[in-house]
């Protein structure tokens, strides 16, 4: 996980920094956004918190066969 | 009034001053002016004239560029033997006659601008001074010697005209002009070079070329900012839009029917005085594949040729780095018969197979490279020893396999088929990087590598127009003659047609 | 010199449709038609053709209807700005998605094709680095690298295809009878869920020559039609709809068997290599499209600098996404074609409806 927060912390910091550079910091908060979903993002593929995938997920959810058996 | 022994710093600076276009020397015009300008140039000539007992004038001229025979039979010799001058007592009186013509020669300019003298001079202008008026009057005596036309060297035509360009820029322009008798052959003149004065022409045909392009081409040309234009460089690297690339943004001719046909097809060709290789702009991928010789060929035989040219540039560019992915990573890819052989070749080599890859190729460069620097009377030696007593020792010797040997070679005789050598290094530098990638990680690294060449090209333009063109452009014009060579009926058609709506 | 810089025509962008079409029909036409229609499955494009050129012609409708718009400007004018955020956020979770997915499919087929026991990591990671690296130069150099794809494509396929031809068996095609009808209509569906044109219609605002959309529409449904006809045809022609409809890589297989003379083989290296080009495009073209929604969604001034961010929650989406390549087919057969239908049918078609009643586009705009 600290590789990864690592990772989206170096790409924050340097794009944080291009937007100042560019003077466009009015996209900040949204980028913001993105930063935190990427976080989640990187919290959910390390712990798997709802032991499935999404690809599980969905399947469920449309009923699948796939989880009928054979 | 400067004399010899002033000449020192002050004229140095004068000198240097002189040099710089938009610096202007504020001189007299008068003999001293030039020996102090020209103190140490044993080639610069100043002759005093005495055209009777109480006038005397000055001439100057540049020996070697000026023609002597001019200069004495239509200048010195009318001065100092014909009565209407040996009569004449006061400058003001000469300058009369000589404007009223008595002085007969094509080309007569009035000035009392030292800086233009100068300019003129060293262009092979004799410079005839009155030091009492503080004029000049410069006549056109130019007349060096230069290199009659001949055959071209480099890009052999079988059924084309055998001309080539040469090094005068007028002999140049004439040839273009003989070729296109048309008013709407437009060859503009500018200098590039501070110290050079290089004389630049632009030519294009006014009404097929895209004016923006020329207009373009024009500005950048006045922005350069150089000493010299001895090689070609200098310009094309101020004109092209992508300087990080080792593929070629300018086409290269020294074939006068060449540069016209470009020229029909609204390019705009560059001529530099000097230099016996023209230039032509915008310039795509296709032009790279194709030769004039083309044009004089069978139009289906010709269209075949070029589709091969392309295979070829493939083969040249991807065989190598497939053969590295395949034996290093994917044997099970190929079938069981070519597995077991290339294993066996491989059995006691010390190298791995991409490091062998890019031994040979560079070998071959080395080759070329050698056949290119070595006297011509033992260049064949080269080929000889390189290839195949070196080569076979080499094999013999368990240093090389002989399935890369096979491999490099053809990779490189299929790279020679490239016409434009500029484009075929380029391949080969970019097949030593496909070679790399693919040493990595096998034909992953190989494609990474394809898709990574088609974006370089993707993303360069020249002079505005895509690289890629036809292939990839926004309009897709011209697209029948990228492999397929149209019928030239049709040709002309679709190249008018097309300019005049780009024109629009 | 290029009029319109930094835009791309049309016909570019419908290239670039052609080449989103290839790695899903390379990857699973064949077998999922094989699977509903059997031996009649070469006759599925044909059908499905007749959907599609319905769809260019309503797309055309609206297209015409907003020239030099972009998707997300047509559907907030069309609806009203709650229902637009509405119907973008929507757009853009589901092509999320979908790059996601394709991701991981193609990082996963590399895996099982030529790089058994190689870390998967390796493939997704650098495809997103590469894509990082190119969608910076925005859509025209995109568009151009497109096109010269697609040519390599084009022969490529075409060559196989004369490789493969002495090897169908025509008793694998036939028979075909009425009873066939129902199971090709029914595989036309999954074959339907290829009209990836609508994505592309988020940066239609960087389109020029709008007018001949549907001239060009016309020819890349034939060139879909013909790819897809062409690669059934050999797959289940070699094969039969037996082996074909279990396949997970049916195509791949198919030209595996593929020998030359009896003795050159190995074609399928051939096929790996530019379905990673196709890939790679398509992987391309969506982050562009999303980048797109993005920038409209949150009213950016720019996306570049969520390029980045954005390729890394990929990279982890893509992992959440499935736990193995059996889950990934299962959700490309059960999820991701009913879901493109919505996408690609079913809500288009309700904002150009609504479109007409609001007379916001009208049918003879073209």
Same mark, same amino acid.
């Given at each position: 996980?600290?590789?990864y927060?690592?990772?989206?912390?170096?790409? &924050?910091?340097?794009?944080?920094?291009?937007m100042?550079k560019?003077?466009?910091?009015?996209?900040?908060?949204?980028?913001l956004?993105?930063?935190?979903?990427?976080?989640?993002?990187s919290?959910?593929?390390?712990?798997?918190?709802?032991?499935a &995938?999404l &690809?599980?997920?969905?399947?469920?959810?449309?009923? &699948?066969?796939?989880?009928?058996?054979? | 009034?400067i004399t010899?022994?002033?000449?020192?710093?002050?004229?140095?600076?004068?000198? +240097?001053d002189?040099?710089?276009?938009?610096?202007k020397?504020?001189?007299?015009?008068?003999v001293?002016?030039?020996?102090g300008?020209?103190?140490n140039?044993?080639?610069?000539?100043?002759?005093e004239?005495?055209?009777?007992?109480e006038?005397?004038?000055?001439?100057?001229?540049?020996?070697g560029?000026a023609?002597?025979?001019?200069?004495?039979?239509?200048?010195?010799?009318?001065?100092?033997?014909?009565e /209407?001058?040996?009569?004449?007592k006061?400058?003001?009186?000469?300058?009369?006659?000589i404007?009223?013509?008595?002085?007969?020669?094509?080309?007569?300019?009035e000035?009392?601008?030292?800086?233009?003298?100068?300019?003129?001079?060293?262009?092979?202008?004799?410079?005839?001074i009155l030091?009492?008026?503080?004029?000049?009057?410069?006549?056109?005596?130019?007349?060096f010697?230069s290199r009659s036309?001949?055959?071209?060297?480099?890009e052999?035509?079988?059924?084309?005209?055998?001309?080539?360009?040469?090094?005068?820029?007028?002999?140049?322009t004439a040839?273009?002009?003989r070729?296109?008798?048309?008013? $709407?052959?437009v060859?503009?003149?500018?200098i590039?070079?501070?110290?050079?004065?290089? /004389?630049?022409?632009?030519?294009?045909? $006014?009404?097929i070329?895209?004016?923006?392009?020329v207009?373009?081409?024009?500005?950048?040309?006045?922005k350069?900012e150089t000493?010299q234009?001895?090689? +070609?460089?200098?310009?094309?690297e %101020?004109?092209?839009?992508?300087?990080?690339?080792?593929f070629?943004?300018?086409e290269?001719? %020294?074939?006068? $029917?060449?540069f016209?046909?470009?020229?029909?097809?609204?390019?705009?060709?560059?001529?530099?005085d000097?230099?016996?290789?023209t230039m032509?702009?915008?310039?795509?991928?296709?032009?790279f594949?194709?030769?004039?010789?083309?044009?004089?060929h069978?139009?289906?035989?010709?269209?075949?040729?070029?589709?091969?040219r392309y295979?070829?540039?493939?083969?040249?560019?991807?065989?190598?780095?497939?053969y590295?992915a395949?034996?290093?990573?994917?044997?099970e890819?190929i079938?069981?018969g070519?597995?077991?052989?290339?294993?066996?070749?491989?059995?006691?080599?010390?190298?791995?197979?991409?490091? %062998?890859?890019?031994?040979?190729?560079?070998?071959?460069?080395?080759?070329i490279?050698?056949?290119?620097?070595?006297?011509?009377?033992?260049?064949?030696?080269?080929?000889?020893?390189?290839?195949?007593?070196?080569?076979?020792a080499?094999?013999?010797a368990?240093?090389?396999?002989?399935?890369?040997?096979?491999?490099?070679?053809?990779?490189?005789?299929?790279?020679y088929?490239?016409?434009?050598?500029?484009f075929?290094f380029?391949? !080969?530098? !970019?097949e030593?990087?496909?070679?790399?990638?693919?040493?990595?990680?096998?034909?992953?690294?190989?494609?990474?590598?394809i898709?990574?060449?088609?974006?370089? !090209?993707?993303?360069?333009?020249?002079?505005?127009?895509?690289?890629?063109?036809?292939?990839a452009? +926004?309009?897709?014009?011209?697209?029948?003659?990228?492999?397929?060579?149209?019928?030239f009926?049709?040709?002309?058609?679709?190249?008018?047609d097309e300019?005049s709506?780009?024109n629009? | 010199?290029?009029?319109?810089?930094?835009?791309?025509?049309v016909?570019q962008?419908?290239?670039?449709?052609?080449?989103?079409?290839?790695?899903p029909t390379?990857?699973?036409?064949?077998?999922?038609t094989?699977?509903?229609?059997?031996?009649?499955?070469?006759?599925?494009? #044909?059908?499905?053709?007749?959907?599609?050129?319905?769809?260019?012609y309503?797309l055309?409708?609206?297209?015409?209807?907003?020239?030099?718009?972009?998707?997300t400007?047509?559907?907030?004018?069309?609806?009203?700005?709650?229902w637009?955020n509405l119907?973008?956020?929507?757009?853009?979770?589901?092509?999320?998605?979908?790059i996601?997915?394709?991701?991981?499919?193609?990082?996963?087929?590399?895996?099982?094709?030529i790089?058994?026991?190689?870390k998967i990591?390796?493939f997704?990671i650098?495809?997103l680095?590469?894509?990082?690296?190119?969608?910076?130069?925005?859509?025209?150099?995109?568009? *151009?690298?497109?096109?010269?794809?697609?040519i390599?494509?084009?022969?490529v396929?075409?060559?196989?295809m004369?490789?493969?031809?002495?090897?169908?068996?025509i008793?694998?095609?036939?028979p075909?009878?009425?009873?066939?009808?129902?199971?090709?209509?029914?595989?036309?569906?999954?074959?339907?869920a290829?009209?990836?044109v609508?994505?592309l219609?988020?940066?239609?605002?960087?389109?020029?020559?709008?007018?001949?959309?549907?001239?060009?529409?016309?020819?890349t449904?034939?060139?879909?039609w013909?790819?897809?006809?062409v690669?059934?045809?050999?797959?289940?022609?070699? @094969?039969?709809?037996?082996?074909i409809?279990?396949?997970?890589?049916?195509f791949?297989i198919?030209v595996?068997?593929? #020998?030359?003379?009896?003795?050159?083989?190995g074609?399928?290296?051939?096929?790996?290599?530019?379905?990673?080009?196709?890939?790679f495009?398509?992987?391309?073209?969506? #982050?562009?499209?999303?980048l797109?929604i993005?920038?409209?969604?949150?009213?950016?001034?720019?996306?570049?600098?969520?390029?980045?961010?954005?390729?890394?929650?990929?990279?982890?989406?893509?992992?959440? @996404?499935?736990?193995?390549?059996?889950?990934?087919? #299962?959700?490309?057969?059960?999820?991701?074609?009913s879901?493109?239908?919505?996408m690609q049918?079913?809500l288009?078609?309700?904002?150009?409806?609504?479109? @007409?009643? *609001?007379?916001?586009?009208?049918?003879?705009?073209n």
């Amino acid at each position: 996980m600290l590789k990864y927060i690592m990772i989206i912390g170096a790409i &924050s910091i340097y794009e944080i920094y291009m937007m100042v550079k560019k003077r466009q910091m009015k996209d900040f908060n949204a980028f913001l956004i993105f930063v935190l979903i990427a976080l989640l993002a990187s919290y959910i593929h390390v712990h798997d918190p709802f032991d499935a &995938s999404l &690809s599980e997920l969905l399947l469920k959810l449309v009923k &699948s066969e796939y989880f009928k058996g054979g | 009034m400067i004399t010899l022994s002033k000449v020192g710093d002050e004229m140095k600076k004068i000198r +240097t001053d002189i040099i710089n276009l938009n610096k202007k020397v504020d001189l007299p015009m008068e003999v001293e002016s030039f020996k102090g300008l020209f103190a140490n140039s044993h080639d610069c000539v100043f002759t005093e004239v005495m055209i009777n007992k109480e006038l005397t004038v000055h001439l100057v001229f540049v020996d070697g560029l000026a023609n002597c025979t001019n200069v004495m039979d239509f200048i010195l010799k009318p001065l100092t033997t014909l009565e /209407k001058f040996t009569n004449i007592k006061d400058e003001k009186k000469l300058i009369d006659v000589i404007k009223g013509g008595s002085l007969y020669y094509i080309s007569v300019k009035e000035t009392n601008d030292v800086n233009l003298a100068v300019e003129l001079l060293l262009m092979g202008t004799a410079v005839l001074i009155l030091k009492e008026a503080k004029i000049a009057f410069l006549f056109e005596t130019r007349g060096f010697e230069s290199r009659s036309i001949q055959v071209p060297t480099e890009e052999t035509s079988l059924k084309g005209s055998k001309d080539a360009f040469v090094e005068t820029l007028r002999t140049n322009t004439a040839m273009l002009r003989r070729k296109m008798r048309t008013p $709407d052959l437009v060859i503009e003149e500018l200098i590039v070079g501070k110290v050079s004065k290089t /004389k630049v022409s632009v030519s294009y045909i $006014d009404g097929i070329a895209n004016d923006q392009l020329v207009k373009s081409l024009r500005e950048r040309l006045k922005k350069i900012e150089t000493d010299q234009v001895l090689f +070609t460089t200098v310009i094309e690297e %101020e004109i092209i839009d992508s300087q990080y690339t080792p593929f070629p943004q300018v086409e290269y001719t %020294e074939k006068p $029917d060449k540069f016209c046909s470009a020229l029909l097809e609204g390019r705009i060709g560059i001529i530099i005085d000097g230099i016996p290789f023209t230039m032509i702009i915008p310039t795509s991928i296709v032009n790279f594949f194709q030769t004039t010789d083309d044009y004089s060929h069978n139009y289906i035989v010709v269209s075949i040729i070029r589709g091969i040219r392309y295979l070829l540039a493939a083969v040249a560019l991807i065989v190598p780095a497939f053969y590295v992915a395949i034996t290093s990573f994917h044997l099970e890819m190929i079938p069981e018969g070519l597995a077991l052989s290339v294993i066996s070749t491989e059995k006691g080599v010390p190298f791995p197979i991409f490091i %062998e890859c890019i031994l040979l190729s560079i070998a071959f460069q080395t080759l070329i490279e050698a056949g290119a620097r070595i006297w011509s009377s033992i260049g064949g030696m080269v080929s000889l020893v390189g290839a195949l007593i070196v080569g076979e020792a080499a094999i013999t010797a368990n240093f090389i396999s002989p399935g890369v040997v096979v491999v490099v070679a053809a990779a490189a005789i299929a790279n020679y088929t490239i016409p434009n050598k500029d484009f075929a290094f380029a391949i !080969w530098i !970019w097949e030593i990087i496909l070679i790399l990638l693919s040493s990595v990680i096998g034909l992953y690294g190989m494609v990474i590598g394809i898709i990574l060449l088609i974006h370089h !090209w993707a993303q360069m333009e020249v002079m505005g127009e895509p690289y890629l063109a036809p292939f990839a452009a +926004t309009d897709g014009r011209n697209s029948k003659d990228a492999i397929i060579r149209s019928l030239f009926v049709f040709k002309k058609k679709e190249s008018l047609d097309e300019q005049s709506k780009i024109n629009e | 010199m290029v009029k319109n810089k930094g835009k791309i025509s049309v016909r570019q962008a419908l290239t670039l449709f052609a080449i989103l079409t290839i790695t899903p029909t390379v990857r699973f036409a064949a077998s999922s038609t094989a699977l509903i229609a059997k031996q009649a499955a070469w006759l599925v494009p #044909t059908v499905t053709a007749v959907f599609l050129f319905l769809m260019l012609y309503i797309l055309n409708i609206l297209l015409q209807g907003y020239k030099n718009k972009s998707f997300t400007e047509m559907i907030y004018d069309i609806t009203s700005k709650f229902w637009g955020n509405l119907i973008i956020f929507l757009y853009l979770v589901w092509i999320t998605i979908l790059i996601a997915f394709y991701l991981r499919f193609y990082s996963e087929r590399l895996v099982t094709s030529i790089y058994p026991n190689v870390k998967i990591d390796i493939f997704t990671i650098s495809m997103l680095i590469l894509i990082g690296f190119i969608i910076r130069n925005g859509i025209v150099v995109i568009a *151009r690298m497109g096109e010269i794809s697609f040519i390599l494509i084009s022969i490529v396929i075409l060559v196989l295809m004369i490789f493969m031809i002495p090897t169908i068996k025509i008793n694998n095609l036939l028979p075909i009878s009425y009873l066939d009808i129902m199971p090709t209509l029914k595989a036309s569906f999954s074959g339907a869920a290829l009209f990836y044109v609508i994505y592309l219609f988020f940066f239609a605002h960087e389109f020029t020559h709008q007018e001949e959309f549907f001239k060009y529409g016309k020819l890349t449904l034939l060139f879909i039609w013909l790819i897809n006809t062409v690669i059934i045809l050999a797959s289940i022609g070699n @094969l039969g709809h037996a082996i074909i409809s279990r396949s997970p890589l049916s195509f791949l297989i198919a030209v595996k068997q593929v #020998t030359l003379l009896g003795v050159v083989s190995g074609f399928e290296s051939i096929l790996v290599a530019t379905w990673i080009i196709s890939d790679f495009i398509m992987i391309l073209v969506l #982050t562009y499209s999303v980048l797109n929604i993005i920038k409209s969604l949150f009213k950016l001034s720019s996306y570049n600098s969520f390029i980045n961010i954005f390729l890394v929650f990929l990279f982890f989406i893509s992992w959440i @996404l499935a736990n193995n390549v059996f889950e990934l087919q #299962t959700l490309s057969v059960d999820v991701v074609v009913s879901g493109n239908i919505i996408m690609q049918f079913i809500l288009p078609i309700i904002i150009v409806v609504i479109a @007409l009643i *609001r007379k916001k586009i009208n049918i003879k705009t073209n």
